[in-house]
T-cell receptor, first 111, second 112 residues
Framework: DAKTTQPPSMDCAEGRAANLPCNHS???????VYWYRQIHSQGPQYIIH???NNETNEMASLIITEDRKSSTLILPHATLRDTAVYYC????????????FGKGTSLLVTP | DSGVTQTPKHLITATGQRVTLRCSPR?????VYWYQQSLDQGLQFLIQ???????AKGNILERFSAQQFPDLHSELNLSSLELGDSALYFC???????????FGPGTRLTVL
């Protein structure tokens, strides 16, 4: 899996959009970008994944640059419950092996 | 709710003891993964089973073992426990060879 780089921490005001960046400059053509989050001591939660097109679901949007070297996870209206560690992971499609969680970004949503 | 269940939620035991953690994957998922998360540490992959067979091993100690049963539930056995084994243990499952894993709520193990 390609290496990903994320800022260690970010703050966001409640109700505002949280934009979490991820750099994956060595990503290969068949690697997807996956996002998970872990709310304190809970099991990691799958958020979204994408290959090259922008993706949106009920939780978030994923914007991938045209060269695929970076991406941004967008939480459109952050709430206090979105405070968590967010992990960006690059991996091949249908790779049934373990996820390599790095250090992620610790997002703090403040009132 | 991810559909993955783990029992027990909490476990407190003494050094030298043996415990068993249980995981039931989402309905239809064939793969089960075990991860360990120590205090202030990242999620470390331990072992994976696919349809009853061991598929991959990570940083799993020899004192630890796992198995997946015909009904696809899995158990992680931890023996000769040490203080450093205190951690959160998560189970995840995925379909066939899918990359999307769904995690259970975890078991918090405290070794005194």
């Amino acid at each position: 899996d390609a290496k990903t780089t994320q800022p260690p921490s970010m703050d966001c005001a409640e109700g505002r959009a949280a934009n979490l960046p991820c750099n994956h400059s060595t990503i290969s053509g068949n690697e997807y970008v996956y996002w998970y989050r872990q709310i304190h001591s809970q099991g990691p939660q799958y958020i979204i994944h994408g290959l090259k097109n922008n993706e949106t679901n009920e939780m978030a949007s994923l914007i991938i640059t045209e060269d695929r070297k970076s991406s941004t996870l967008i939480l459109p209206h952050a709430t206090l419950r979105d405070t968590a560690v967010y992990y960006c992971i690059a991996r091949q499609a249908n790779s049934g092996y373990a996820l390599n969680f790095g250090k992620g970004t610790s997002l703090l949503v403040t009132p | 709710d991810s559909g993955v269940t783990q029992t027990p939620k909490h476990l407190i035991t003494a050094t030298g003891q043996r415990v068993t953690l249980r995981c039931s994957p989402r309905s239809g998922d064939l793969s089960v993964y075990w991860y360990q998360q120590s205090l202030d540490q990242g999620l470390q992959f331990l072992i994976q089973y696919y349809n009853g067979e061991e598929r991959a091993k990570g940083n799993i100690l020899e004192r630890f073992s796992a198995q997946q049963f015909p009904d696809l539930h899995s158990e992680l056995n931890l023996s000769s426990l040490e203080l450093g084994d205190s951690a959160l243990y998560f189970c995840a499952s995925s379909g066939a060879l899918s990359s999307t894993q769904y995690f259970g709520p975890g078991t918090r193990l405290t070794v005194l």
